[in-house]
């Protein structure tokens, strides 16, 4: 039976004539949409590691100069430990690797010739290039891809005599011959210890005396370190090359004042009538010492004859103006046609010889006590002498610091002025520290 009804195919609906074939020429262009984006984030992300390569090299290098700049003032402030030799000019610094990693700093410090006395004496501008890069093969300041950072700062102090830290009672860098009592042991019996003191912790000397060549010890000499009672051990009570342990290189360079330390003490002495020109000047009964608390400087060799019983305390200074052979010679001698008679001095603080130290009173009956330290540069090359009539005769007994009254050592046995060496007050700030807003980095390092 026919319903009349018939099956139909349906056609699909067709597109407007306009948007015929398009679908192909979409999908193609999603495509170079994905994979041109895909490649741009590929070469992105090809250069981060370049890029943080370069910030984490710049950030150690950053940090190489501050550690090089934090070792500076660590050095200044600890000359008996640490070399406080510094080149003036980058060029002349030598590279110092920091341990364990590949980067590494150099070193220089200068003074401002526009400074006045007080701030060349007190004063450091240090310059630190710091420097990160290499593999560990050749060093970080010639590696083909490393990062430099420059560093400028201006390290300070209040005043040269709260910074002064002396290694030992006797600093001899000629060595020589040694017949004498250098104590350097702990003394408890002053009202302030005897030893040098920072931030309320005593800091030994290294050594009795120190020496930077051959020595001899009269056998009736004796020369006691900080250790223990037992005099004459080397390596203990004295060291010197050769001996264990031996003088570190930088150990008597350290202990050179400098020509702005030198200007400042010069100027000190000349504001106060301490200061004196000759070859030698000499100091006696006749002519004795000046007013204690001062710096006596002596630009030639000086003399003193030992004289009645006598007290002085202050820094006596010699120098040498034109270089070796030019001064700088300490010498305790009895002095043409002396008394016989028994005489005696004590010095209360520091001598300080450019060329060496020399006691000649076999004949005659001279007693000279230092208590602080003796420094010799040993600018002449010529080897120090101390040969009085018996050991006891020249004592050195080491005190860094005093009572600050009669028990003088070097630290407090002259009180400076703000112009020149600064004022030293025990309770107050000792070493350096960096001058608050010196510090900057220097702009075009890489």
Known sequence: MNLGLSLRRRRAPTSPPGQRGAALPIAILALLIVAGLTLAFGALSASEPPIARNHSLSAQALAAAESGL?????????????????????????????????????????????????????????????????????????????????????????????????????????????????DSRHDGSLGTDSWCVRNGTALPPLTGAAADSSHSISSTGSIWGPGNSTPNEDGADIIQRGSTPAPRDSLFASQALSSQELAALKALAISTGTFFTGSPAVFDAGRPLPAAGTVVYVEGNVQIDPYAATTWSGWL????????????????????????????????????????????????????????AVISRGLSAAASSINPKTAADFRVTFRCQGDGGANRGVRDAITG????????????RAGWYLKPGSYKELSGQS
């Open 70 to 182: 934090e070792a500076t003032l660590a050095a200044l402030s600890n000359p008996q430990a640490l070399s406080t030799v510094l080149p003036d000019t980058i060029a002349a610094a030598p590279l110092v690797r920091l341990p364990g990693s590949n980067a590494g700093y150099r070193v220089a410090a200068t003074t401002d010739p526009l400074w006045n006395t007080f701030e060349r004496a007190n004063q450091r501008l240090v310059t630190v290039v710091g420097y990160a890069g290499g593999d560990g093969t050749v060093p970080p300041d010639v590696a083909p891809q490393r990062s430099t950072k420059m560093l400028q700062a201006i390290l300070r102090r209040d005043s040269m005599l709260n910074t002064l830290v002396v290694p030992a009672a006797l600093v001899i860098p000629t060595g020589g011959t040694i017949k004498a009592e250098i």
């Open 317 to 372: 200074v010699a120098v040498a103006p034109a270089g070796a052979g030019s001064g700088g010679l300490v010498e305790f001698a009895c002095a043409p046609g002396c008394s016989t008679a028994a005489q005696s001095l004590t010095i209360n603080g520091l001598i300080y010889a450019e060329d060496r130290v020399v006691v000649s009173t076999p004949a005659d009956n001279r007693r000279v006590t230092v208590n602080g």
């Open 417 to 428: 002025t703000a112009s020149t060496t600064g004022v030293f007050t025990p309770a107050g």
